[in-house]
């Protein structure tokens, strides 16, 4: 069975700090690791990664995915109380046809201080 | 574009009783995954819904049943509730065959099972 592992847990930093946050994945058929931020119901996509050593980058947020040691991170830098909220890692589970499930995380807890 | 809806927001049902909780797939989009959040985990997997049939399903029992309509909304039925039923119940929607990244998530239903 798939399995995925954040740390920490939880994480409390102040305006402007840099985080960083894991996500490493035991997975039979790994073919992309994905990024969503979930700030009070709904997750949002925020990257897919496939390629390791390859990052992705979106404004203060940026990912990396290292395949041979099956692990990914998201950092932010400069942090913002908007990025005050629940990070998950999922890998999807390729069927035999059709769309792939999602195993997620537990997700890391963010909370940014003003 | 309403996105992915869900209704009601919130339900609070008694140990024993059945609930019914519903889905209406972004615009373009023709399947629907279901996900249970329990508080501090991450999503997991029910089932997935297309063509009206259910396609995949996760490690969830049978009281856990399905149904999607020829508009392609989708309806979740839980049977004979526990107290460990209580989560966030997240709808995503994606066209068929799908890239992970293409799951859109609604706003959930929080269930709470008293």
């Known amino acids: 069975e798939d399995k995925v592992v954040q740390s920490p847990l939880s994480l409390v930093v102040h305006e402007g700090d840099t985080v960083t946050l894991n996500c490493s994945y035991e997975?039979?058929?790994?073919?992309?690791l994905l990024w969503y931020k979930q700030e009070k119901k709904a997750p949002t996509f925020l990257f897919m990664l496939t390629s390791s050593g390859i990052e992705k980058k979106s404004g203060r947020l940026s990912s990396i995915l290292d395949k041979k040691e099956l692990f990914s991170i998201l950092n932010i830098t400069a942090t913002q109380t908007g990025d005050s909220a629940v990070y998950l890692c999922a890998v999807p589970d390729p069927p035999n046809f059709g769309n792939e499930k999602l195993t997620f995380g537990t997700g890391t807890r963010l909370t940014i201080i003003p | 574009d309403a996105g992915v809806t869900q209704s009601p927001t919130h339900l609070i049902k008694t140990r024993g009783q059945q609930v019914t909780l519903r889905c209406s797939p972004k615009?373009?989009?023709?399947?629907v995954s279901w996900y249970q959040q329990a508080l501090g985990q991450g999503p997991q997997f029910i089932f997935q819904y297309y063509e009206e049939e259910e396609r995949q399903r996760g490690n969830f029992p049978d009281r856990f049943s399905g149904h999607q309509f020829p508009n392609y909304s989708s309806e979740l039925n839980v049977n004979a509730l526990l107290l460990g039923d209580s989560a966030l119940y997240l709808c995503?929607?994606?066209?068929?065959?799908?890239?992970?990244?293409?799951?859109?998530f609604g706003p959930g239903t929080r269930l709470t099972v008293t």
């Open positions: 995503a929607s994606s066209p068929w065959a799908a890239g992970p990244y293409e799951q859109y």
């Open positions: 997975v039979t058929n790994f073919r992309s």
């Open positions: 615009s373009g989009h023709d399947t």
